[in-house]
């Protein structure tokens, strides 16, 4: 059920999702690489041409064509384990007119990453966290960055809160027991992935480790007030029929009647149709820079007390 095949199916039909919430995103996404873009100009005090850009578990491209708009003198690679997905890739940089700079490379095994050759920047969102050794991952990439280069993982943050905590419907903060039970659900896909290995996930402390100098974390804010767009509310009704796919079993009867009526497409108290539908999510996003002289920083990672 959750092989490594199975998982590439599921990656496969969640595309056009994926896009809508690529999408939904794409304002604070813009703003996360003009900082990227700020970061790297102001690298050794000079100007640093970017020429080549990985995107590291790219999904479908809409991040990667935005990194292709930020960064228009730069070659971009996206890297994915889905051929399916890497097909939508090349799809969208083809009708944004960017098939000559953005490329597709296809990951047969977890961190192989020294098949994509250098980079001046690694871009990776929600990418990072499929691999099972997460640390492994982040120092093989820092191994593919050239000097001064940049690492920025987009990794942590809020989950999305649309709802009211009391949504007149069933026992107030459904949104809360979602959140406790998808982050069980994540805990056991990660222990299901090949080389699994547990860290604490400090990514600036993870990222020196791997031998870069932390540059800077910064939080990007997706704020979309009441009443939402109809394609906030379509993207929020497929993200529902996910969950109760995936968590369905870890619900209660009640939230589980609560999220069919959430998902009833003709119902007023329906996602399609309630006035109080919001969406509010923060994504961090962690940077960390190459040594320019190659020289390992030695570090001292803080053990508490
Ligand atoms: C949550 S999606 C993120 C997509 C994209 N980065 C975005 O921001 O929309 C994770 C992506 O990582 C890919 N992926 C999962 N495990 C991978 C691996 N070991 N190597 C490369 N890509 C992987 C999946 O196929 C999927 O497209």
Do not use: K
């Not at 990007?220 to 079993?249: C, K």
Request: with cysteine; hydrophobic share 35%.
């Amino acid at each position: 059920m959750n092989s490594p095949h199975h998982q590439d199916i599921e990656w496969d039909a969640s595309g056009p999702h994926r896009e809508r919430e690529a999408r939904l995103h794409a304002p604070a996404l813009t703003q996360t690489m003009d900082w990227l873009r700020d970061l790297l100009r102001t690298n050794g005090g000079g100007h640093t041409p970017i020429h080549r850009i990985l995107d590291i578990g790219s999904g479908p491209g809409v991040v990667t064509c935005l990194l292709a708009h930020a960064f228009p003198d730069a070659e971009i690679i996206a890297a994915d384990r889905s051929p399916d997905i890497l097909e939508r890739v090349r799809s969208r940089a083809e009708a944004q007119g960017m098939a000559d700079r953005v490329h597709t490379q296809l990951m047969e095994h977890p961190g192989e990453f020294d098949s994509l050759g250098s980079a001046d920047l690694i871009w990776s969102r929600h990418g990072v966290r499929h691999i099972g050794d997460q640390e492994a991952a982040l120092h093989s990439l820092a191994a593919s960055l050239r000097h001064g280069g940049l690492l920025a993982v987009a990794e942590s943050g809020l989950p999305p809160r649309f709802l009211p905590r009391d949504i007149g419907m069933g026992r107030p903060g459904l949104q809360a027991r979602l959140d406790a039970a998808a982050e069980d659900a994540f805990a056991e896909m990660r222990d299901r992935l090949p080389g699994s290995a547990q860290t604490v996930e400090d990514w600036p402390t993870m990222l020196a480790r791997a031998g870069l100098i932390p540059s800077g974390t910064r939080s990007f804010f997706t704020d979309l007030p009441s009443p939402l767009g109809m394609s906030a509310r379509e993207y929020l009704h497929t993200r529902l029929s996910r969950l109760r796919d995936r968590l369905g079993d870890r619900l209660d009867p009640e939230d589980r009647a609560t999220l069919e009526c959430l998902m009833d497409r003709d119902a007023h108290t329906g996602i399609l149709g309630r006035p109080d539908a919001f969406y509010l999510a923060a994504a961090t996003v962690h940077t960390a820079r190459s040594c320019r002289t190659g020289v390992q920083p030695r570090l001292s990672i803080p053990t508490g007390g």
